[in-house]
């Protein structure tokens, strides 16, 4: 049985005293869980402060985008290398925040999971479709397009060293989480696909579901076989909220 795994998208919140309480709440809150993985995707200037407070704990820690460059002109821009030494385990590649904003292609999205993963980094790699898209019927054409453009990066035996996430973007930020029968069914159709090319990778890979995960819903998205766990945005802003979703995760495992 793969392990759950809830991961914390903070995005572009926190601060040095924010982050302190929210990290001391987490090492407690956790403590009584061990029966799940939680790791934290933090703003790049505290992966400092989550270095030196998780280290030595069972939580992780990881970045929340990076350059596919190892290094150069690009002002503004962090490289792979630059988050492993800070002790990441995990970054985070194609987020929507950033494919829609045209930052990300589907290529380079591709090219970022092969650099992350050459300096040790293993990519969170989000897929999800647009409302639009959605309404369209066309989630299944969207989602194997953007896994098929990083399978044909890095091979599909090169997915295992990363987690994927399908996040629907209408369900990000909304309150409207996708239903778990829906997250269940995309998550199910995608194993699927890499089952044709790999049966023992699409056996082991976490694939998360992220999109308004919130304590009242993760019981019930958690307890569906494909949802490996989930990738948490605003509800990573409340200490109790998520450890309530920590909770879920390492209960749907026991049972
Ligand atoms: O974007 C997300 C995680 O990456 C999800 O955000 P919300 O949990 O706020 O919907």
Redesign the pocket.
């Known amino acids: 049985m793969r392990r759950k795994l809830v991961?914390a998208?903070r995005?572009m919140n926190g601060s040095l005293s924010s982050n302190k309480a929210f990290l001391e709440g987490l090492l407690a809150g956790t403590h009584d869980y061990p029966n799940a993985d939680y790791s934290v995707?933090m703003p790049h200037p505290y992966l400092f402060q989550a270095e030196a407070m998780l280290k030595g704990s069972p939580i992780t820690w990881g970045g929340q985008n990076m350059s596919r460059y190892e290094s150069g002109a690009y002002t503004g821009s962090v490289s792979p290398g630059m988050i492993k030494e800070f002790g990441c385990e995990y970054v985070?590649i194609g987020?929507?925040?950033r494919r829609q904003r045209g930052h990300d292609t589907d290529h380079s999205i591709g090219e970022r999971f092969e650099v992350a993963t050459k300096v040790g980094l293993k990519p969170i790699f989000?897929m999800g479709e647009t409302l639009e898209e959605y309404e369209e019927g066309i989630t299944d054409v969207v989602t194997i397009r953007q896994l098929n453009a990083v399978i044909a990066e890095i091979g599909v035996k090169g997915l295992a060293n990363g987690v994927l996430?399908y996040?629907p973007v209408w369900?990000?930020?909304?309150?409207k989480?996708a239903s778990p029968e829906h997250a269940q069914n995309i998550l199910s159709f995608l194993r699927g696909h890499i089952e044709l090319l790999d049966a023992d990778i699409a056996e082991s890979i976490r694939i998360l579901y992220?999109?308004?995960?919130?304590a009242d819903n993760a019981a019930k998205l958690f307890s569906m076989p494909d949802i490996d766990g989930g990738?948490?945005?605003?509800?990573?802003l409340n200490t109790d909220e998520f450890v309530a979703i920590c909770q879920a995760a390492s209960n749907a495992y026991k049972n």
């Open positions: 991961v998208n995005k995707c985070i987020h929507s925040e989000c996430a996040e369900a990000i930020g909304t309150g989480a992220g999109g308004s995960v919130k990738l948490v945005g605003g509800a990573s």
